[in-house]
């Protein structure tokens, strides 16, 4: 179950309606996929203001059913309520899965190598594209915006991790690496080690993250809702993860270690002498409600 | 699936936050209720502005708790945000039943008689006392406000009506019969006639009425939220309803009659020469989105 706000986590300026009820439904569904399950019923609450769009409303519905259709589940129920102020969505997804395959937060081991899918600072990156208001051409640069604005769940992955029994331990990337690996560890009683020079990027993230002035390497750890999928598993399990990754169509990166010391620490690629080659990134990562 | 938007649904001034937190899990249950189900699984979406006060987090928490024990349901997840203003509760329920015992609200047939639970236009008018700000004895008035603040969904007698297979056609009542019903008639492409003689209500609702200056039979076909069971049912039923009743401990009044004619019609008790003794009532309740 996840609720979007307007104006905290979607923009109408630049949030085309039919992909605001995709992601409605991607970033659920995402939930699911991090469990190993199929999403199976969706119920959505949406709270529209006094005045709103009867036209938008019919193009974020569409997005849903669409998404409905993409996924295989189905619109099950909901609610529609006034807001005083700004749009509001809630969406429920249940999903289905054997019992025994279900994959948790809390697996982790000592050992164990930490996995990320795809590729990290998307969707961070894409919404400081819109936010700046810089104009990109529909090539490279655009996959950066759509990440941000039509997020694709992992299901297939989740499901072949799930299913043979690979993954210990499991989560989809909706706060940022720092975050969420934060959260893994905490409920497994462990702590990681993270190599900066394994984490995955597309090599326009550079290009935009040099535009945006923004350091490539932060939004590749504090940049949220890339949703791609976090998981650790046995060393020894290397080839067949690369195996299950070829077949879900996914790049699939070792990017860390499971230690028994508590937290989460960055290996930075080289230790100058003005910097440690370690930094604590425990739960450093994007936060709704900041410090004031 | 229902949202609760502050000051749309509820309102802080009066509202405990137990009850809230009561409440919004009720106005759900209820909905399983009205299919003859029993809760099994809630899910809570809560909204908050980016400052907030734990303590009413806190209680309004053990207010969801509590009507989970009460219902025998598990809060099996969720999900905390920002709002950009006041508070917003999602809460999805997840029933089970026997797929061959739910009653929907498609299966009015002509001849059917018009059933409610219960007594209608409490929590219109204990609504009306919180808002008017009259202070309530702890004596019967206070079974209004206490209806508005903390509903109680009908779920041993749905349960009842359902697996005896005695309602052709159920739902709450949630934005007053007058609305409640026309949807129930519309989705069986019937009609329906209501005795306004025949409307249950508490002798303490006329006290109120009096005092709000309100008409209390407008209260009983047009307040919502009172979250009694409307159901239809064979005329020959009604010996084994009025047990069932009983059984569920709860009173039940025979208020109508389906028909072929489409519209809900109310018969008021005596044809003055001054008014009609017919008025059509179709949709004329509650109305969260008022033109303008």
Chains 1, 2 share one sequence.
């Not at 986590?9 to 995709?22: A, C, I, S, T, V």
């Not at 529609?80 to 081991?109: H, K």
């Not at 915006?145 to 299901?155: F, G, S």
């Not at 992955?157 to 993954?167: D, I, P, T, Y």
Request: glycine share 12%; charged share 20%.
């Amino acid at each position: 179950m996840d609720t979007l706000v307007e104006d905290v986590h979607f923009d109408l300026h630049w949030h085309p309606p039919e992909k605001l009820g995709r992601k409605a439904v991607a970033v659920n569904v995402s939930d699911i996929a991090a469990m190993g399950g199929l999403p199976k019923f969706i119920f959505l609450s949406l709270g529209l203001p006094g005045q709103f769009d009867p036209v938008w409303v019919d193009r974020f519905t569409e997005g849903i059913s669409g998404a409905c259709r993409e996924h295989d589940c189905v619109l099950a129920g909901g609610d529609t309520v006034r807001s005083r102020e700004g749009i509001l969505i809630t969406v429920t997804v249940i999903g289905e899965m054997p019992a025994d395959q279900v994959v948790y937060r809390s697996g982790a081991r000592p050992g164990d190598e930490v996995w990320v899918s795809g590729t990290l600072g998307r969707a961070a990156a894409g919404l400081e594209i819109c936010r700046s208001g810089i104009k990109t051409d529909p090539g490279e640069m655009q996959t950066l915006v759509e990440a941000h604005l039509d997020p694709r769940p992992r299901i297939s992955l989740g499901r072949l991790l799930a299913g043979n029994k690979v993954a210990h331990a499991m989560m989809d990337l909706s706060d940022g690496l720092a975050t969420d690996l934060s959260h893994l560890c905490q409920q497994s009683g462990v702590g990681a080690v993270v190599y900066a020079a394994e984490l995955p990027a597309l090599p326009v993230l550079r290009e935009a993250a040099d535009l945006l002035n923004r350091d490539p390497l932060d939004l590749m750890i504090r940049g949220g809702e890339d949703y791609e999928l976090v998981f650790t598993a046995a060393a020894a399990a290397g080839t067949r993860i690369a195996k299950l990754g070829q077949q879900a169509g996914m790049r699939l990166s070792r990017v860390g270690t499971i230690v028994d010391r508590q937290g989460v620490r960055l290996i930075l690629p080289a230790g100058g002498t003005n910097g440690p080659d370690e930094v604590d990134i425990s739960f450093t990562g994007f936060d709704h409600f900041p410090q004031e």
